[in-house]
Structure formats: structure tokens, C-alpha cells
């Protein structure tokens, strides 16, 4: 009889406890609380080789038709200042070829959090996106959103850098 109890226990604790997410590295300044929210932020780091730079079009970039992949803070969905610009940019290069053709917005994020909580990160991104753009004149009925969650990454180096270059939304045009 203790024999059941104590196998139906370790069963019970092997499937409680699943599979692990792998944690940030704390050297990287990346931390989460109780909710799976950002404590710290990092920053794009405009100095580095491998960072975006928001002037150069062929920089890092995974949006296509000429537009420009607009960049989040560590877990976060709020447009920076910067991005503002490439907001601009991207309205310009829209006024010119969007047409009859739809806008889609593809929301990508770090490898840090759950698969969830990705997901609704990556379609926050999209949706200040989005708001962004119908304030800036782009019809909202042409405009199609996705988010890839951490599946879609840019970049697979451990490096702030290359985490940094993950959490962005990419424009393209669809027909």
C-alpha cells in the first residue's frame, strides 16, 4: 500500500511539474515578477554593430515593400519616439502603394515568457501598431494582423542585441 502511495505521488509531482520555460538570463538585465511582467527594460543599443538603426533602411529589418520594422522595449507594446519616425516613414511608403491592396502586421517577441503570454505581447505590438497607423490616415479595413508570438525570431544569439532585434512588428502588403 505505501508502495502506491509513494509512486502515485512521484506521477502526480512528475506531471505537475512539466516542462520548464528557460528563464532570462539574469546577466542580461532581463527579470519577470509573479505576473510575467518586465521589470527592467532593455533598450535598443543604437551604438552596437547589430542593432537597428532607425535611419538606415537596410538595417535590420524584416518588413518588406520598402517599409520599416518598428521595434518594442523589453516586454513591452508602447511606441517609442523613435519608432514614431519609422511610423512616418512607413505611412509615406503606404500613401504611395498600398492601393487596393491590405496592410498585414506580423507581432514578434523575445524568447522570454511563456508561449501565452507571447502571443498576447506579439498581438499588443500589433494592435499599437495598427492605432498608430489609422491616426496617421491608413484605413482601418485595410489592415490584417498577426501575432508569431517568440516562433518567428530574427536573430538566435544570446546577446541583448539579438533580443532586441526579436521584439518588433513587421509591414507587408498583401494582395
Do not use: H, W
Not at 516562433?151 to 494582395?175: F, H, I, W
Amino acid at each position: 500500500m505505501i508502495k502506491k502511495i509513494v509512486i502515485g505521488s512521484f506521477l502526480a509531482l512528475l506531471l505537475l511539474s512539466g516542462c520548464a520555460k528557460k528563464d532570462p538570463n539574469p546577466s542580461l538585465g532581463n527579470n519577470f515578477n509573479n505576473n510575467d511582467v518586465a521589470t527592467d527594460v532593455v533598450t535598443i543599443d543604437e551604438s552596437a554593430n547589430n542593432s537597428y538603426d532607425a535611419s538606415n533602411p537596410n538595417g535590420f529589418n524584416s518588413s518588406t515593400d520598402g517599409m520599416k520594422s518598428v521595434y518594442f522595449d523589453f516586454g513591452g507594446y508602447n511606441i517609442t519616439s523613435q519608432m514614431q519616425g519609422v511610423l512616418s516613414f512607413n505611412r509615406d511608403i503606404l500613401s504611395q502603394k498600398l492601393g487596393n491592396k491590405k496592410l498585414k502586421l506580423e507581432g514578434n517577441c523575445d524568447e522570454f515568457g511563456t508561449d501565452e503570454y507571447n502571443y498576447a505581447l506579439g498581438l499588443k505590438r500589433t494592435k499599437a501598431v495598427m492605432d498608430s497607423l489609422i491616426s496617421l490616415g491608413i484605413p482601418p479595413n485595410q489592415i490584417d494582423f498577426v501575432s508569431f508570438g517568440e516562433s518567428n525570431p530574427q536573430c538566435r544569439e544570446a546577446t541583448d542585441a539579438c533580443y532586441a532585434r526579436n521584439r518588433r512588428v513587421d509591414l507587408g502588403l498583401t494582395k
